[in-house]
């Protein structure tokens, strides 16, 4: 049996990601992201607690531009799992499953995520003095 001209994995040439492998994978790194972000929520809350020079600091930072841009990316994240999540209960309950279904779901849950992330944004910065 000869295998030297045989490919090991053929899958790996032919496929193509679907949209619902690629928000699966992006779910779960969102939920990853989601973890971190809380760390550096905590720490603000935190530093509110102890006093104005330590609330100064990270406010400093999250005021910043690293600092908006992780709260941008967490908020999308906030968004993003919400939006999948729900998607993942109709599914739970056997609805969605075929394949038109599950990309328009899909496509859906990528536009609310964005709507949604810019919406918060934008209330956020009109709320601002």
């Keep these: 049996m ?23 994978i992006l779910h779960r790194l969102t939920g990853i992201g989601l973890a971190f972000g809380s760390l ?27 600092g908006r841009t992780l709260l941008l990316a967490f908020t999308a994240a906030v968004f993003y799992h919400l939006c999948n999540g729900i998607r993942h209960l109709f599914w739970d309950v056997g609805m969605g499953y075929d394949i038109a279904t599950a990309t328009r779901n899909g496509w859906f849950v990528i536009i609310a995520t964005a709507v949604l992330t810019l919406v918060a944004f934008g209330a956020g910065y009109s709320m601002k003095g």
Excluded: V
């Excluded at 045989?6 to 193509?16: A, D």
């Design 2 to 24: 000869a295998t030297k001209n045989r490919p090991i994995s053929p899958h790996l040439q032919i496929y193509r990601p679907q949209i619902t492998s690629t928000l699966s």
């Design 40 to 66: 550096m929520l905590t720490w603000w809350l935190i530093s509110a607690a102890a006093g104005p020079e330590s609330f100064d600091i990270a406010q400093d930072y999250i005021g910043g531009t690293i």
